[in-house]
């Protein structure tokens, strides 16, 4: 179970190095729902055997992340014609050689932060900090509105990694409360991006930006 | 019981986006409100005692903060009513830019409006912390709607701030409730619980490093949805966005369940016997907020940032007052009632005059004594209410604080808390006199677009009235309240 467990984190790694480069809005969806489809694999790896709680988890977040999110963006992102991010805030080459510090000091972070108890992997905690980390370098350094949608379930993802940790102590109950809490944010933050198109004929949030301080 | 509180609006909503007629879904919504105060009232005055390992229920805590928000929604429900009556159909342009725009379908804004209080009570009632964590997001996610009814581009823009800002907030608060379970593990990783008597019982066996980084996470994520500098980004732009009856609810309602989860997490903390870090914590993240939002009261062109402000000040003071603990805790619930009951008047008075001025730029109003005399006077006695001056409430619960501060030998502290409030009161003072009594532009040839209806203003009139009674006489049961509140949640009782 180790080394599956391995992989799929290595898998996970690799899902955000490459989101950190993709310019193609498509080609970022689609390592999304990567990520998002091999996360559900998570609690039942985690879990060392499969039990019924892991696998409901398991295989809700494997439908949502993996399955529904990726349609509606990918839905979204043909309804409002937006393919790629043009001209980001921090470039790709950047984007990826910033990932690659984050990701070393995501490393030594996790080998400081010891467990009291045997982690599931001693790559668990590394790899839910990085990925936690794409989703807000995502929110930060792009401009797309529906990149930042992306970015916000990298994060979300990355958090529930970090959350295998404690996998026995979370009641299945409000793992589903954050899973629903989850799909409604997206499917909100989903419906602006239309009305953001259509008030500012485009999706840049960089020209958001009417509401200041003035004074008298 | 706790279900029906919680389940009545939610059937409400239902009922409310099915309904055909405009007039009908109004009197739903006053109807709903009028029906979850009643249910309060029964629960404040024989409150049913809890199981101790049930994840709902409201103990003292809870009962004060279902409370507010309970009368205050009540309050914007009534007149909400009112202003929705009130507004026009079709295309319409909005004050100040000029922007047209259409208004949100009003059969999905009346049931955000319902699904808000549903989750603010499920706040209220959270005795886990996982479940507090789902409540305050869906608190988020259905206020983000309500923002963005007036369809036009600023309001989108504030909208789109609030939910990624507070979202992402959120996010970091859930890693903290991991951290928790961490913390409250035993060795052999069994045992990790988010209840919350549970983790204040086991307090001393808790892991403190983890407890530490549990808090510092917790704080900052829920301190971005009540609104601490400097997570405190998205709360200007949506109170001034928003129609005035939500930035009501906002400030009196929504920034105080936020609040209750740092208190709740503080109290663990007091258990654990970190309760001074946490504590310092608070106290820090307390007076940046009050120092910087009185610098940005000075001055403030638009009255109804001026007020988004002055909640992050009056925010920054619950902060200082859970920090300070003892008796400054006691001040922190008893002015988080106070603080709600001015501020939401306040913010429907400012609703009023945006209808009557077809402005929120403080230099196009004046002499609103003259134009509007209840909502004007409203607005005079409010100043003093707010900036904490007798006999009004917010006097009696700053003073506490102060006290205590002083009593704890913390000087400096009070200090630097006593010159932020004297900033903001010069700020506030200045500009609400301007408004109230100034010259309105134009001269002679100046004409309101909306007469003062009676409806608009008597909800202001009883909230503030409550004001000045918290302010004269606190109710017995109200105290009993507060001071088990205080000892609850790591402080003791005067």
Redesign the interface.
């Known amino acids: 179970m180790q080394d599956w467990m391995g992989n799929v984190l290595i898998a996970l790694i690799l899902t955000d190095l490459l989101l950190l480069g993709s310019s193609q809005l498509r080609n970022a969806i689609r390592l999304m729902a990567v990520q998002g489809f091999v996360l559900g694999l998570l609690p039942w790896l985690a879990h060392g055997k499969l039990t019924g709680a892991a696998l409901l988890m398991g295989a809700t977040s494997a439908v949502l992340k993996g399955g529904v999110f990726p349609a509606l963006l990918r839905w979204a992102s043909r309804e409002i014609h937006v393919r790629r991010e043009i001209e980001p805030l921090v470039g790709y080459i950047p984007s990826l050689l910033i990932g690659l510090g984050v990701l070393t000091g995501a490393f030594v972070a996790g080998a400081r932060l010891t467990?009291?108890?045997?982690s599931p992997s001693p790559l668990l905690i590394p790899t839910g900090l990085f990925t936690?980390w794409t989703g807000?370098f995502l929110?930060m350094a792009r401009r797309k509105?529906l990149t930042?949608v992306l970015g916000?379930i990298v994060?979300?993802n990355g958090?529930f990694i970090?959350?295998m940790?404690?996998v026995?102590?979370?009641?299945l109950l409000?793992e589903l409360?954050?899973l629903?809490?989850v799909f409604?944010?997206v499917f909100?933050?989903g419906i602006?991006v239309f009305?953001?198109n259509r008030?500012?004929s485009h999706i840049d949030?960089d020209q958001?930006?009417?509401?200041r301080?003035?004074?008298? | 019981m706790i279900a029906a509180l919680i389940l009545l609006p939610i059937g409400a909503a239902v009922v409310a986006l099915l309904m055909e007629s405009d007039v009908r879904r109004r009197r739903l919504l006053v109807g709903t409100a009028a029906a979850h105060l009643g249910l309060t009232a029964l629960y404040w005055c024989n409150p049913p005692t809890v199981a101790a390992d049930a994840w709902l229920g409201f103990d003292s805590a809870g009962r004060i903060f279902l409370g507010i928000s309970s009368v205050l929604f009540l309050a914007v429900a009534f007149y909400g009513a009112y202003r929705l009556g009130r507004e026009q159909r079709g295309r319409q342009a909005e004050v100040d830019t000029g922007m047209p725009f259409i208004n949100a379908p009003e059969a999905v804004y009346t049931a955000c409006l319902l699904l808000f209080l549903a989750m603010m009570t499920l706040v209220a009632a959270s005795r886990?912390l996982?479940?507090l964590?789902?409540a305050l997001?869906?608190t988020?996610?259905t206020t983000?709607?309500l923002i963005?009814f007036h369809?036009?581009?600023?309001s989108?823009?504030?909208?789109?701030?609030y939910?990624?800002v507070c979202?992402?907030g959120i996010?970091l608060a859930?890693?903290g409730n991991?951290l928790l379970?961490?913390a409250?593990?035993h060795?052999?990783?069994?045992?990790?619980?988010?209840v919350i008597r549970e983790l204040v019982a086991r307090g001393a066996e808790l892991?403190a490093p983890?407890m530490k980084a549990a808090f510092v996470f917790l704080l900052v994520g829920y301190g971005t949805k009540m609104g601490l500098v400097p997570m405190h980004t998205w709360l200007?732009?949506a109170h001034?966005?928003a129609p005035s009856l939500v930035s009501a609810l906002l400030s009196g309602a929504l920034l105080n369940c936020a609040f209750l989860g740092i208190l709740r997490t503080h109290s663990i903390c007091a258990a654990a016997g970190i309760g001074d870090f946490s504590g310092n914590l608070l106290i820090v993240f307390g007076l940046i907020s009050m120092v910087f939002a009185a610098a940005?009261l000075v001055?403030?062109?638009?009255y109804k940032r001026m007020l988004a402000y002055s909640s992050i000040e009056h925010m920054g003071l619950l902060a200082l007052g859970a920090g300070l603990g003892g008796a400054a805790l006691y001040g922190a619930l008893l002015h988080a009632v106070n603080h709600s009951l001015v501020k939401a008047a306040l913010f429907m008075v400012a609703g009023n005059f945006v209808a009557a001025y077809r402005t929120k730029l403080?230099?196009q109003t004046g002499r609103a004594l003259h134009w509007l005399p209840v909502s004007g006077g409203l607005w005079l006695l409010g100043v003093f209410a707010i900036t904490g001056s007798p006999p009004f409430g917010t006097f009696v619960s700053e003073f506490t604080m102060l006290r205590a501060a002083f009593a704890q030998g913390r000087e400096w502290v009070a200090v630097v808390a006593l010159v932020a409030l004297g900033v903001a009161f010069i700020g506030m003072t200045r500009t609400f006199l301007c408004m109230a009594l100034g010259p309105e532009p134009g001269g002679g040839k100046f004409e309101i677009a909306e007469k003062e209806q009676r409806a608009a203003v008597i909800p202001a009139l009883v909230l503030m009235g409550m004001s000045l009674w918290l302010g004269l006489w606190i109710p017995g049961k109200l105290h009993q309240a507060l001071a088990h509140a205080a000892r609850l949640l790591g402080g003791r009782g005067p």
């Open positions: 467990l009291p108890w045997a936690a807000l929110i509105a930042q916000y994060l979300e958090i970090l959350g940790v404690v026995e102590a979370m009641p409000v409360g954050v629903l809490d409604a944010g909100v933050m602006l009305h953001i008030e500012f949030v958001l930006d009417a509401l301080e003035e004074t008298l | 886990h996982g479940v964590w789902v997001e869906a988020t996610l983000a709607p963005y369809r036009q581009p600023r989108l823009e504030a909208t789109w701030k939910l990624l979202s992402v996010a859930l890693l991991f379970v961490v409250s593990a060795a052999d990783g069994s045992g990790g619980t988010l892991r983890w200007p732009d001034s966005e940005f001055n403030q062109a638009d403080v230099g």
